[in-house]
């Protein structure tokens, strides 16, 4: 059965529709992996940046070392700036780790990017975070803090 000219007409539009879909599909794809590239890269420098900060500030590495310490003795001797000073690093970390959580939470990210960037049990179980933790929860959204208590036991 031979096909008439509109029925030739019909399955060429559907052909292309189809090819058309699936372009838009690989463009799509290809548009979420450049996003979640560039999410990675951005978080990667803003981590880099924080740490090359902290390395080339002696004096607030001294703090940072007394606020990890074990002993509440050394961590009760800091002074307030220290503390604040301390406390600003820790809320400026946190504010990393809250964009790589939205970015999970609205599917950029894959949820094992809030393990492997950086934040974890290391980090959560460090005596510089439950030293800290009361005076930088107030400075992060109730949903992130939520999800840190969650995290931590806390």
Do not use: C
């Not at 979420?32 to 951005?42: G, K, M």
């Not at 420098?45 to 500030?57: K, N, Q, V």
């Not at 007394?66 to 820790?90: C, G, H």
């Not at 999970?104 to 990210?109: D, I, M, P, T, Y």
Request: proline residues 1%; charged residues 20%; hydrophobic residues 45%.
């Amino acid at each position: 059965m031979a096909l008439t000219g509109k029925q030739v007409t019909e399955i060429i539009g559907i052909a292309a529709l189809v090819v058309s879909l699936l372009f838009v599909a690989l463009e799509l794809r290809e548009n979420r992996l450049t996003a979640r590239a560039a999410s990675y890269q951005e978080i990667g420098i803003a981590l880099g940046e924080l740490w090359a900060g902290l390395a080339h500030d002696s004096e607030l590495t001294d703090i940072v070392i007394k606020t990890n310490s074990e002993d509440l003795n050394i961590f009760n001797s800091l002074t307030v700036s220290e503390r604040r000073r301390a406390a600003y690093l820790l809320i400026g970390s946190l504010r990393i780790y809250e964009v790589l959580y939205l970015q999970v939470q609205e599917g950029l990210l894959e949820e094992d990017a809030l393990r492997y960037l950086g934040y974890g049990d290391i980090t959560f179980s460090s005596p510089l975070f439950r030293n800290l933790w009361s005076d930088v929860k107030s400075n992060i959204t109730p949903e992130f803090s939520t999800y840190i208590e969650l995290q931590t036991g806390l």
